[in-house]
């Protein structure tokens, strides 16, 4: 009879070795992705007490914990995701797919007609592995970030948002360029080197 392998797949072990998986879980932080914008905040100090912030592609809630231990009880959080988040002390969050005209109007009826001081996306499709599908679906997602970030971010404001290197990068970041002043690249440590996700950063 054939012997089964018990061997473990190169990405499972790999994320059990994972340097910052590990650090999520003696911190308690709900993700690794948690350390890629403590390390962006490192560089840009984007967060200051008694921001109003928008994080979109919020779940598990890393980013949106973060945020709010940044910017204190004056600040504002909300967090939007597709998927149902736990609960956060001080972050408003919104269930719904940010595509969506119902998703959005709920987020505008959550700022109370205030503008935003930043807007965060690291929303991501389920990836396929096909990057015919991944790519155009990477852009939509980051598009309508844009567009909201465009609308909702006051003068002097940050955009900050996922996306992967190849096809479409050039015309995102060309369209990053047409509405923002600067436009920065941005790759944490915390983001795997193989990983074709990058973040652009644009100011207002
Ligand atoms: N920043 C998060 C954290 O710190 O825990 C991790 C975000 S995870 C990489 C990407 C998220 O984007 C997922 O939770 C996913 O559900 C969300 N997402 C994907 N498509 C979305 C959509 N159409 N609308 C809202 N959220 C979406």
New binding site residues.
């Given amino acids: 009879m054939a012997k089964r392998h018990h061997s473990k797949p190169n990405w499972l072990a790999e994320h059990f070795t994972d340097e910052y998986v590990k650090k999520a879980h003696l911190t308690g932080t ?2 690794r ?2 350390f890629k ?1 403590e390390q962006i905040q490192c560089r840009d100090r984007l967060l200051k007490p008694g921001m109003t912030v928008i ?10 914990a973060y945020v709010r231990d940044k910017i204190g009880h004056q600040g504002k959080v909300i967090a ?4 149902p988040m736990d609960q956060l002390a001080g972050v408003e969050c919104i269930q ?4 969506d005209a119902a ?1 959005y109007a709920a987020l505008k009826v959550a700022l109370l007609g205030e503008a935003a001081d930043l807007v965060l996306s ?5 990836m396929s592995g096909i990057p015919a599908i991944d790519q155009p679906g990477i852009y939509v ?1 980051a598009e ?1 970030a844009l567009d909201a970030a465009c609308e909702l971010l006051r003068p002097g404001g940050h955009f900050l948002v ?1 996306v992967f290197q190849g096809a479409g990068f050039e015309d995102f970041l060309m369209l990053m360029r047409s509405h923002f002043k600067q436009v920065a690249t941005r790759k944490p440590k915390a983001s795997r080197a193989r990983s074709k996700e990058v973040y652009l950063l644009g100011s207002r």
């Fill in positions: 709900r993700s992705a948690g914008l994080d979109l592609g919020a779940a598990p809630g890393a980013w949106s939007v995701d597709i998927l719904g797919d940010f595509r998703t690291d929303m991501a499709p389920n997602l309508c996922k």
